[in-house]
């Protein structure tokens, strides 16, 4: 099935490194390591692990891989998966295994291989490595806590060879980052001449831990979503006014704006709501960059709304319907997890509540001195210079997107953005000194209401 002649032929290349393996073994042994990404001599294993199973992403360096598995085939690596891919998986299969005890062992399924590229940053010569998507699943949904993860690919014919195993997310525990965490290394044990197994051994979690985890994680993604605040804020700047002669044209008065909010945000969760559940549950899915794209294109058509009417008494639908677009990109931070049914719909309902709990927040702070300042002949100028901002922001996203690498405009943005509280806290005050300052002109609801 594989080239057995080429692998007995290789064992003399082990000596040769045997030095290296020790120094490796020296540092890997029983230490913990900071798990980077590659480029790497050695594979990284990132697990995932949710109360029913175990989901190991797998990175083989490509030049690596060819020592066990099969000579010569660094030379053409983008044909190596259409020409090897079935005796990949079977050798995949060979030579990755769990258990919680010897004589149950887990079910071991590839559910997905692909090709990766990147360069060495000390000298960016290009490197190639074979990505595997790798679901282990106990017999009769025992624990998923504890168990022995036998893995020895590359590393039974090469001894200097590791494996670098993390986990990536433990739902149970409230560890949704995708930042790594600490690393073991699977190698070969001097001592014994063997390639003894990793002990996975979690400390004890929770359902509501992972619940409330969520809620955070849905509040940061809100509070740090610099592009989705800007949608909605910039759909709400004019949405206390009037429009007379296709302009925006005076102070609706409190109960119409505080109203007109309402159904604006309203609308937005409705429809980011469903795509969420609909995309975390993977009944629909999209490519990231077109969704990405199409919520920058929603900010710059809210923005061209906040100069000139273009859908007035209609913001609720529009908000609605973009929702359905920004939802996707939240369904992608959750489908990450590759978690069971239950915990993600618990998940998917965790994480709306962290949205909708940072929405009000940011709403609460910010729309009362909008409201306020929109009954002020100044507030033109405030609408206007935002929806300008909001407008170079959506274009400088859009061309960032779209070519997949950031400009001038688009970091200018991110600097200002993150001013967004000192931002608020001006605007806050501007509006206590109108309110107060004696002889400024009323506006809005009398006769000769100001154009806003």
């Known amino acids: ?53 175990v989901v190991m992403e797998v990175q083989i360096p490509l030049t690596e891989l060819e020592l066990s598995f099969k000579p010569g085939i660094s030379k053409n690596p983008e044909a190596f998966l259409a020409q090897e891919e ?13 258990y919680a005890t010897k004589d149950k062992p887990w079910k071991v399924t590839i559910t997905g291989l692909k090709m990766d590229q990147g360069r060495y940053p ?59 965490a600490e690393a073991q290394a699977i190698g070969w044990n001097l001592q014994d001449n063997t390639i003894p197994p990793l002990h996975i051994n979690l400390d004890k979690g929770s359902w509501w831990t992972g619940f409330t985890s969520m809620v955070r994680l849905g509040a940061r993604h809100i509070a740090e979503g610099t592009d989705h605040l800007m949608f909605l804020l910039v759909l709400l700047l004019p949405a206390t006014l009037l429009v007379r002669n296709k302009e925006w044209n005076g102070f609706g008065g409190t109960r119409y704006s505080i109203l007109h909010l309402l159904r604006i945000v309203t609308a937005f969760t409705i429809g980011h709501s469903l795509t969420l559940l609909l995309g975390a549950l993977g009944w629909v899915r999209l490519p ?19 100069l000139r009417p273009l859908f007035p008494g209609k913001e609720m639908f529009v908000a609605a319907g973009f929702g359905l677009i920004h939802g996707l990109a939240f369904a992608a931070t ?12 618990l ?40 929806a300008v901002f909001a407008a ?36 806050a005050l501007l509006a206590v000194v109108v309110s107060v300052w004696p002889k400024q002109k009323q506006a809005g609801v009398s006769q000769f209401p100001s154009k806003g």
């Open 1 to 53: 099935m594989f080239d057995n002649d080429y692998f007995k032929n290789s064992q003399s290349l082990q000596k040769g490194r045997l030095f290296f393996l020790s120094l490796a073994l020296v540092l890997f042994a029983g230490l913990p390591i900071i798990a980077i990404a590659h480029p790497s001599p050695n594979s990284l294993i990132f697990l995932d692990v949710s109360p029913k199973k």
């Open 86 to 98: 079935p005796q990949l998986r079977e050798y995949l299969l060979a030579h990755i295994h769990a």
């Open 122 to 180: 000390e000298s960016n010569v290009a490197y190639w490595e074979v990505n595997a998507s790798v679901m282990l699943i106990p017999e009769n949904a025992t624990n998923t806590r504890n168990f022995y993860l036998d893995y020895d690919a590359v590393i039974h014919q090469v001894m200097n060879h590791a494996a670098l195993v993390s986990i990536r997310s433990d739902w149970e525990n409230g560890n949704i980052e995708e930042a790594t």
């Open 288 to 306: 990231s960059q077109p969704v990405e794209i199409l919520i920058a294109f929603s900010i710059l058509v809210s923005a061209v709304h906040a």
């Open 334 to 345: 959750l489908s990450n997890l590759h978690l069971d049914t239950g915990p993600m719909v």
């Open 347 to 386: 998940s998917i309902l965790g994480f709306n509540i962290g949205i909708e709990l940072m929405q009000l927040f940011v709403i609460g702070i910010s729309v009362p001195w909008l409201i306020i300042l929109s009954r002020k002949d100044m507030y033109r100028y405030i609408r206007i210079t935002g």
């Open 392 to 427: 170079v922001a959506a274009i400088a996203w859009m061309s960032q997107r779209y070519l997949q690498r950031a400009n001038p405009f688009s970091t200018m943005v991110e600097q200002i953005a993150g001013l967004g509280k000192w931002i608020i806290a001006g605007i």
